[in-house]
């Protein structure tokens, strides 16, 4: 039986992720979990990103997906290891993936990350950095104000160039030659992004690397999608479905469908 590829993020960002996925893994399904509702995750309490990330891939779970994949930078760095720990299928996050790929793009080894404070105070970018190359000098910052513009779908007004432009202050004349956008929303500013801090400056998105990683896992375990049939994708977020839709339509091209879900305020089986 076909089985879909779980994504999940707090709200939109995982779009980056999935529009990466599709593009590269045509035939594959997608069963979306965005949690609008509850974004933005950035400045919650870590025990309750584990807890809201746990609801989803319980969630998530009931379509007997084939593959988990964290689409959020902050609930890979808090919740991870204990995801892994909970199901027997496959768990990608996007920190690994985005640390390979900066480590291949610098020449200079200065990287830069920008990312939600949790991601940022969590520090698992610079220890993934530095897994992969001990040399690696790592510039973090936390950009807290951009989550809710992404959010709010005003990554294309005035008040995003602004936002954007005061958060990278401290990252002018920074030594970095690569940006990790450390958060899967940040892709949705990256023109602005990039325009701030010049072309010198390589911007690196995890969700490339991290479709690489789905390949890769999908094809060692013999479960690449081989029945041509073309791909239903399922979207589900928590909070106003018609604000993803337009989200996801300006973003991934295409018009989909979204189904809200409403939290019970229930305690989860095990938590
Ligand atoms: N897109 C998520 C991330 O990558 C979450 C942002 C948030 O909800 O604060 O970190």
């Known amino acids: 039986m076909r089985q879909a590829i779980a994504i999940l993020d707090s709200g939109v960002g995982g779009l980056t992720v999935a529009k990466e996925v599709m593009r590269q893994l045509p035939q594959e399904e997608i069963v ?11 400045p919650r309490a870590a025990d309750e990103v584990l807890r809201f990330t746990e609801q989803i891939v319980d969630y998530l779970l009931q379509f007997n997906p084939k593959m988990i994949v964290i689409a959020c930078n902050t609930a890979t760095a808090i919740a991870l290891h ?31 990350v920008i990312g939600t404070e949790n991601t940022i105070a969590s520090g698992a970018y610079p ?18 104000s951009l989550v809710p513009i992404v959010e709010k779908r005003m990554y294309r007004s ?6 954007v432009w005061k958060s990278l202050q401290p990252l002018l004349g920074s030594p970095i030659d690569c940006l990790i956008l450390g958060c899967t ?13 010049g072309p010198r400056v390589a911007i690196i998105s995890s969700a490339d690397e991290t479709a690489r990683e789905i390949s890769t ?3 060692h ?9 073309v791909p239903v994708h399922r979207f589900f977020c928590s909070g106003d479905p018609g604000t993803f839709q337009a989200i996801a339509l300006e973003w991934l091209g295409e018009q989909i469908k979204v189904s809200p879900v ?5 305690r989860l089986s095990g938590s």
């Open 185 to 197: 929303h940040y892709p949705f500013l990256a023109p602005i992004i990039s325009k701030v801090l």
């Open 262 to 266: 409403f939290w019970q305020m229930t």
């Open 221 to 229: 375990r013999g479960q690449l999608e081989q029945s041509g049939a």
């Open 217 to 219: 896992i999908l094809h």
């Open 32 to 42: 979306y979990f965005g949690d609008t509702g509850r974004a933005p995750y950035g």
């Open 158 to 163: 005035e008040e995003a160039g602004q936002a």
């Open 127 to 144: 220890r993934s950095l530095l897994a992969i190359n001990p040399n690696a000098r790592v510039v973090s910052l936390a950009c807290p």
């Open 82 to 112: 204990h995801i892994r720990s909970q199901v027997d299928i496959p768990v990608v996050g996007v920190i690994q993936p985005g640390s390979r790929a900066a480590i291949k793009a610098t020449k200079t080894g200065f990287i830069g």
